[in-house]
Structures are given as structure tokens and as C-alpha cells.
């Protein structure tokens, strides 16, 4: 007797410890994804979608029975357009919010403006645009082009197309400034000529004094590296002068962009990104349904919505492998052999250089606002952050300082 009360009262301690220390709450409580993205402002209409690709992508995930047996819950934030309200948010989200990863941010402005704010936390932050380069921050993982997979390729591309006379058209921040650094050194490399360079601050509408200039200096092609709302003023400034055939290769125009304000109204208008809708396959087609059919805002998909929707499903394959959504431990797991199969083909980082591999496609703007492509290259390209033909503290040197 003595004996079986002793086992009753050791089994009721062990269950009294096993509820002591089962919290059933945390077990089942979410996982929350931080997105920082404009919803308003003139980066809304290229930033919304971006959202929508989160959403799709979670939405999949927790159809899929989550991660770690827990749900995804994103808690978004729109920066509106706005660098500094970008950093403040993702301060929120992190600290207040308690959120386990970060997808965001269009422009550099913006991206430079929250990468002190996750490198403080040790936080994690997966940015989907073409940019630049000359950065590789701990803390961010690159989904978008490198200088070599985009702005490269595109530049060389117009010039061997159209010819060496090239007129550099941007919006007046860190993204334009520094990629028509690189382009000058394509176009002197090349014996060509920048027969002028004209730079608008983001969101503005005055376009016709650059469309002025161009038609007096007559360049051979337009390498325009304009942000948000400014294209659709350029587009009708082109039109309302009768610039229909200038060559134009946009490098920060999407599908998204070009149903909205227009593009495919030019008949020699051109884009240089890793990802057309039209990319062929059936896992795009597949995607390009899915995506349609989650939300009504967008007709269509685009390179940054892509590389948004990997970069997601990468996160998630990097928690399963690790076991756990804590961002330090995220961020080492995710550089260990992490590649999908994404709608516009192979999807995998480079743990040297925390970029994605990337393969260029250059495609001829439809009236219909989708790309027919041109000219595909046959293999991914390994991301090139910092041009080779100088070191790291001389592009350090040249770029430091406004913009």
C-alpha cells in the first residue's frame, strides 16, 4: 500500500512539473514576420505588390502547417515613402512588436536607413531590389541584382544596341547617383560619351525640362535609373514631345510600373531585370496564378515581387533547418546551403557575398505593359557586389557623403 502511494505521488509530481513548464501558449503562438514596405507615397504603387508577395508566400506556408508547428502572422508597416519613418518602424517592429525576420525597403534610401537599426539588434532584414552594390551588410540578405547582374549587363547591352551617346536620367538619391558612377566608367571603357546627366528628387512631376534636354542633345539612348511616380511625368513628357522612338532602357521599371503609368506607350522602350512575368516554365505559371488570384491591386507580377516571394521562402527553409525563428540564428542558417526552385528558375544565395545568384534577362516593353524578351543570359551570374576594377575603399572614398 505504502508502495503504490509513494508511485501515485511521484507520478502527480512529475505531472505537476511536466504542467509547470509546458506553456502551451508559446507553443502555439505565432511567428511574426515584419514587412516594411509604402503603401502610400510615390514608391506605393512599385512597394505595394511587394506586400502582397509576403502575404502570398505566408499564406502558403501556413497552409502548408506553418513552421516549427506554429503560424506565421506578418505585421506590416508602411514606411509611406518616407527613409526616416522606415528606420523608426522597423525599430518598432523589433523591439515592440517582437517580430522574427524583416522583409522590405525599395529604395536605398530607404534600405540604408534601416540597415543601423538591424545590425543594433542583430536582426535580420531580406531586400528584394536591384541596387547599386558596395555594400554587404551582416544583417541583410540581397534577393535583388548586384551591379553585375543588372546595371552591367543593361548598360553595355544599349550601348552595343543603340550606340555609345548616352544621356543618364534619375531620380536624386544614393540608387542613381551611384550606378551612373558605374555606367560613366562602362561608357568611358567603351569610348563612348555621357552627352549629359539629370537628376529629379524622388516623387517629382517636373520632367520637361529633362525631355527638353534630351531632344536637343539627341543622345543614342536613355538609360533612366527614375524611382516611383516620376516615370509616369517622363512617359508623358516623351509623348507630349514626340520622343515615341528614343531608345530607353529603364532600369527601376516593372511590370507593376508600366501597366500603371503607362510604359508600353513607348515603341523602343526596354527593362534589364532576372525575372520577366513572361519568363517561361510551369512553377512560374504556377506562381503567376497564384499571385493573381491573391490579390486585386496588381494585374500583374515583376522582379521585385519575385525576388520578395524567395526570398520568404527561403527564410522558412532556413527556420526548419535551424529549428528555430530566432534572427542570429536565422541569419547563419540561412547562408548553409539554401537555394528553392523559384518561378523564374534555381533560387540560391551566395554565402560569400549574402547575394543571389542571378541570371539577366532583357526584355522589349509591349503595349500591354509585359516584356517580350530579347536577350536571356544562358547561366546564372555570381553577384559582383564591388566591381573588381576598384577596391573597396576607393568605392568607399567616391561614395561617401550625400546623396
Known sequence: MKTALRLSLAVALLLGLALLLWRPEQARAPI?????????????????????????????????????????????????SDPALAAREAERLITRE???????CWTSACRKAVRPVVERHGHLLFYPIQYEGLEQSPNIIYTGAAPNQQIVPGARWAMAEFGRRVYLLGSDYVFPHTANLIIRDLVA?????????????????????????????????????LNGDSNAAYFDALLAAGQADRPLLSFSVAEPELAAWGGGRLHRHYGVWNYFQSTPGA??????????????????????????????????????????AE?????????????????????????????????????????????????????????????????????????????
Open 32 to 80: 511574426r514576420v515584419g514587412v516594411l514596405h509604402s503603401l502610400t507615397g510615390t514608391m506605393a504603387v512599385s512597394e505595394r505588390p511587394l506586400a502582397a508577395a509576403v502575404r502570398l508566400a505566408v499564406d502558403e506556408i501556413n497552409g502548408g502547417g506553418g513552421l516549427l508547428g506554429r503560424r506565421l502572422e506578418i505585421v506590416l508597416a508602411d514606411t509611406r
Open 283 to 324: 512553377r512560374n505559371r504556377a506562381f503567376v496564378a497564384a499571385y493573381l488570384a491573391s490579390q486585386r491591386d496588381t494585374p500583374c507580377t515583376s522582379d521585385p515581387i519575385e525576388a520578395t516571394y524567395v526570398g520568404v521562402r527561403l527564410w522558412a527553409n532556413a527556420v526548419r533547418e535551424v529549428g528555430a
Open 98 to 104: 517582437g517580430v522574427a525576420v524583416l522583409f522590405g
Open 327 to 403: 534572427p542570429t540564428r536565422v541569419n547563419t542558417g540561412v547562408l548553409l546551403r539554401q537555394s528553392i526552385e523559384g518561378p523564374g528558375g534555381v533560387a540560391a544565395i551566395d554565402a560569400a557575398t549574402r547575394h543571389m545568384w542571378k541570371r539577366v534577362r532583357i526584355g522589349h516593353v509591349q503595349r500591354d505593359g509585359q516584356y517580350r524578351e530579347v536577350l536571356a543570359y544562358a547561366s546564372h551570374l555570381r553577384p559582383a557586389p564591388w566591381p573588381t576594377y576598384r577596391d573597396h575603399a576607393t568605392w568607399q572614398a567616391m561614395t561617401a557623403g550625400p546623396p
Open 189 to 225: 571603357a567603351a569610348g563612348g560619351s555621357v552627352v549629359g546627366e539629370y537628376y529629379l528628387p524622388l516623387g517629382s512631376q517636373a520632367l520637361a525640362a529633362a525631355v527638353a534636354e534630351i531632344v536637343r542633345l539627341d543622345p543614342d539612348v536613355v538609360l533612366s535609373t
